[in-house]
């Protein structure tokens, strides 16, 4: 194999082999491919949109802040810095050095859906006809700058290109959505653009700048937040501004669900104790977990849907996370339990008209065995996506089977991209979709459903059903 080898995409990519049955995927796939997207979970900054700033270069763009792109090629014992990771700065010619370092490390990306978006980004975007190696990185690289220094790769541009209809991004509770409402306030930009409430740091009081995060809540929301019912009222008041301006969900990740509900006077004690930084490790978790429930209740006050998606040891490498801050790569999954932890929230509010909970995992034994039980059951229960480390082809495909035969497709959340990295977003939908068509034309082939039901089915999973889910 030379390294010169053309980069292709096949038409037929991730549908199946039988002759057959991927006749009834591409008639599938086909009623989908153009359909707008919608990315209701993701963290690219709003700020990207409003600002509307060249991207600098096709490192900054596609590999530094990508965690999926860097983990592997730390794992191969290439530095953060070099690479730019936790925003280590580089110039032009680190941005190209470490273009070649991932050009010379593809092979370490074969069967991984990181290389799957990316050879989608390099070939539907950028044109690029050239497999990445050695000998072809800076011809690349040049290829993919040339094109970002041209107005039709500026982000607006791009997302009037990938025809994004709403996109949900990331935002702490304190934030004041300043790009937001730019967004909003622009006639000349026609996307939904909204946050979503983040209030992990808030909620937990074994935090060393729990202190300073109060006094950040307070100043926010005008509220004195020195006792524990200034505390609810800030962050109801925080979820309400969030709400004026889009939101339509709020996100929680913690190490568990499990769930409990404090008395009022022990809540307000324990949240006093945390202030003063004598609060122990026992009463900290107690009230993160009674503050889960809160968040539930307040969500069946103010509407916002409740996103959950815990699991994951942060920051697992202390040395890396220290030098490069958070979200560089080095969280790993942990065993999950849901149907215990979650009885005492859902026993108050699963039935709950008006009231979504989407309870997303990366631990694949959950599927069958806690969540479509859960969603097959509470009115208020979505199963969420694959997400993370398991939004590959082949776990998609285990979803699709562990989850529907006790929840359908109805009671899922329609697909998250989750991503920092905006360029991967419509191939990261197209791969859902053609994996969805691929699922469908087997139940098809089966003679399970028919073809006219296949295909309501494949266009509710694009359309209405994260509607549905996410009340747009």
């Known amino acids: 194999m030379t390294s010169t080898a053309s980069l292709t995409l096949h038409p037929d990519r991730l549908f199946p082999p039988d002759p057959g049955v991927r006749e009834i995927a591409r008639r599938l796939y086909a009623a989908v491919r153009d359909l707008p997207i919608i990315s209701p979970h993701g963290h690219v900054p709003p700020q990207w ?10 490192t900054s763009l596609l590999i530094s802040p990508d965690h999926y792109v860097f983990r592997l090629l730390h794992a191969e014992g290439v530095p953060l810095e070099a690479v730019g990771a936790g925003g280590s700065p580089l110039d032009e010619a680190g941005a190209r050095q470490a273009w070649r370092i991932f050009c010379e490390h593809w092979r370490d990306f074969r069967g991984t859906p ?66 937001h409402e730019r967004l909003a306030s622009d006639p000349s930009f026609t996307h939904r653009v909204v946050p979503t409430f983040r209030p ?15 006094a950040a809540l307070g100043k926010a929301a005008d509220i004195d937040t020195g006792a524990y019912a200034g505390y609810l009222a800030a962050l109801a008041d925080r979820r309400r501004y969030f709400k004026e301006h889009g939101a339509v969900s709020s996100d929680h990740s913690h190490t568990d669900v499990v769930t409990l509900s404090l008395d009022g006077a022990e809540a307000e004690r324990i949240y006093a ?27 069946t006050e103010d509407g916002l849907v409740m996103t959950l998606h815990p699991g994951v040891y942060r920051d697992h490498d202390t040395s890396s996370s220290r030098r490069f ?38 631990d694949e034994t959950v599927y069958s065995r806690e969540l479509a039980p859960l969603a097959g059951w509470y009115p ?21 089977g562990a989850v529907t035969e006790t929840a359908g497709f109805y009671r899922t959340s329609g697909f998250i991209d989750d991503t920092r990295a905006f360029c991967s977003i419509p191939a990261r939908h197209d791969m859902s979709r053609r994996l969805d068509s691929a ?34």
């Open 273 to 299: 104790a945390a202030l003063r930084g004598e609060a122990s490790e026992a009463e900290a978790t107690a009230f993160r977990r009674h503050m889960l429930v809160e968040m539930a209740r307040m969500a």
């Open 380 to 400: 208020a229960v979505y199963v969420g996506v694959p997400w993370w480390f398991i939004d590959a082809p082949e776990a998609i495909r285990r979803f699709r």
């Open 200 to 214: 992990d740091r808030y909620l937990e009081p074994a935090r060393a700048d729990f202190p300073d995060l109060m």
């Open 114 to 179: 990181v290389r799957y978006w990316m050879e989608s980004e390099l070939v539907d975007i950028f044109g690029v006809t050239e497999r990445p190696s050695a000998e072809s990185a800076d011809r690349i690289y040049d290829q993919i700058a040339e094109r970002l220094a041209s107005p039709e790769f500026r982000p607006r541009a791009l997302m009037d290109r990938f025809d994004i209809q709403f996109l949900a991004t990331t935002d702490d509770p304190a934030d004041d959505l300043r790009h």
């Open 325 to 362: 801050g958070p979200d560089t790569g080095n969280d790993i999954p942990v065993a999950m339990e849901f149907t215990r932890g979650l009885q005492p929230l859902l026993d108050r509010f699963g039935d709950v008209e008006g009231f979504h909970l989407v309870l997303f995992t990366i």
């Open 49 to 58: 949109l409003a600002d509307d700033t060249p991207f600098g270069d096709p």
């Open 439 to 472: 699922y469908l034309a087997q139940l098809v082939a089966e003679h399970r459903l028919g073809e006219d039901e296949a295909l309501e089915t494949v266009v509710d999973l694009v359309t209405s059903i994260p509607k549905q889910v996410f009340k747009l």
